[in-house]
């Protein structure tokens, strides 16, 4: 490993805890389709593009829908994923990312966004802490999403580091694959089904220690 010099995070269940609006969302989707849909299938889609959440979750059920239908449950999970973050603010960080971000800006470390979801900067907004980025690559911005490594690849290339210059951070299993597949060093934090996949992990990022690594 190089000197570390940039830090690329995962938004949802890394920075913020809106993953749980995301199982919450996908899990009333589900049900409305008669598929069961327990914290358990939700490790499954976390880290993974909306679309591809709704393949996985008609697979589980064993379904198939018309077009028609499939765009019309993205539209509504994503409406009620939106409404219940409505009240979404600071307050909402996960422990230990405000001071680990301003820790980093004060050493000069490079900080991006790699997220999966279409909502990542209405999110970063709602949080108050998109001006510590100096990339955002989200869902919006890929061909392949995760556990494609494109997202990363895409992060570090604007930040111009190297791979091995960057510690990934993420809370599934899909975004470890990515970091790893794209020869980064991948930080698991916040989820213990992820412990052993991940190169180093975390509960939360109050035990990572900056000054460690950078
Ligand atoms: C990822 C989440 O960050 O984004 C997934 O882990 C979510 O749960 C995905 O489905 C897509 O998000 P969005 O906001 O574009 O629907
Ligand atoms: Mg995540």
Partial sequence: MLPIKGLLFDLDGVLVTTEHNHFIAWQRCAHSLGIAFTEKENEL??????????????ELGNKTISSTEFEALLTSKNEFYLESIQALSSKDLLPGVAALLQEAKDKGILLGVGSSSKNANYILGKLEIADFFDVVIDGNGVADPKPHPEVFLNGAKA?????????????????????????????????????????????????????NYA
């Avoid at 889609?45 to 008609?58: A, F, M, P, Y």
């Avoid at 210059?165 to 993420?170: G, N, Y």
């Avoid at 975004?175 to 020869?183: D, E, L, S, W």
């Fill in 45 to 58: 889609l976390k880290g993974v593009s909306r679309i591809d959440s709704l393949k996985k979750i008609l």
């Fill in 159 to 211: 930040l111009q580091l190297d791979p091995k210059e960057v510690l990934v951070f993420e809370d599934a299993a899909s975004g470890i694959a990515a970091a790893k597949a794209g020869g980064f060093t991948a930080v698991g934090v916040g989820n213990p089904h992820i412990a052993t996949q991940a190169d180093i992990y975390f509960n939360d990022l109050t035990e990572f220690s900056l000054a």
